[in-house]
Nanobody, 125 residues
Framework: QVQLVESGGGLVQPGGSLRLSCAAT????????MGWFRQAPGKEREFVSV????????DYSDSVKGRFTISRDGAKNTVFLQMNSLQPEDTAVYYC??????????????????WGQGTQVTVSS
């Protein structure tokens, strides 16, 4: 089973940017739907973005569309989440995910087969 390790979280002011990284070992990122979920304090984990095995147009939640960009580097076996125009409501623990689900079920966290440990993103002035 693939193992995932996130990095790149931190404290940023509103309007700022961060780039999260998710390094995969024990499997190829192109064999999975790779993505990001997040969980804010007191809330359930929610879908952020995913990219399909063969590439194509990624999927984004409405709350991050136009501000966040997911990408992959096969040579590094790493997935990235570039986050721009960050707002306080983006504050959460961000989790990298790997799923073998059909693309039509890509947003279901119950079908994720591997999770990273999470990285904290705090947006505050």
């Amino acid at each position: 089973q693939v193992q995932l390790v996130e990095s790149g979280g931190g404290l940023v002011q509103p309007g700022g940017s961060l780039r999260l990284s998710c390094a995969a070992t024990g499997g190829r990122i192109y064999d999975y739907i790779m993505g990001w979920f997040r969980q804010a304090p007191g809330k359930e984990r929610e879908f952020v973005s995913v990219v399909n095995r063969g590439g194509g147009t990624p999927d984004y939640s409405d709350s991050v569309k136009g501000r966040f960009t997911i990408s992959r580097d096969g040579a590094k076996n790493t997935v990235f989440l570039q986050m721009n125009s960050l707002q306080p409501e983006d504050t959460a623990v961000y989790y990298c995910s790997a799923s073998r689900s059909p693309w039509g079920l890509r947003r279901k966290d119950s079908l994720v087969v591997s999770w990273g440990q999470g990285t904290q993103v705090t947006v505050s002035s």
